[in-house]
Nanobody
């Protein structure tokens, strides 16, 4: 079982930046495709970004394309999400997730393990 712990959330102003981290418990982290999702109050969890096991493939939601960047360091068992040009609509709890195989990474059910989430709040 992979345990995932997110960190790096907080309060930021519009136009600012934050970097989220997701630490994985397993040395097999490098075998998993990884994704970031977010959930705002009263809304469904939505896809943000995904990255293949070796970082060779990435995928982004249209709403964050050009502003967010997903990356990973397998030697450190860590996933990152660099968030720039933040907007109030980016306010949500952000979750990282691990998938045993690369598939339709925008779907929540593709993922096998989830973290507990970290709150990101962007003030206007």
């Amino acid at each position: 079982q992979v345990q995932l712990v997110e960190s790096g959330g907080g309060l930021e102003q519009t136009g600012g930046s934050l970097r989220l981290s997701c630490a994985a418990s397993e040395r097999t982290f490098g075998r998993y495709a990884m994704g970031w999702f977010r959930q705002a109050p009263g809304k469904e969890r939505e896809f943000v970004a995904a990255i293949s096991w070796n970082g060779g493939s990435t995928l982004y939601a249209d709403s964050v394309k050009g502003r967010f960047a997903i990356s990973r360091v397998n030697a450190e068992n860590t996933l990152y999400l660099q968030m720039n040009s933040l907007k109030p609509e980016d306010t949500a709890i952000y979750y990282c997730a691990a998938a045993k195989r690369w598939g339709t990474m925008t779907l929540t059910w593709i993922y096998d393990y989830w973290g507990q989430g970290t709150q990101v709040t962007v003030s206007s």
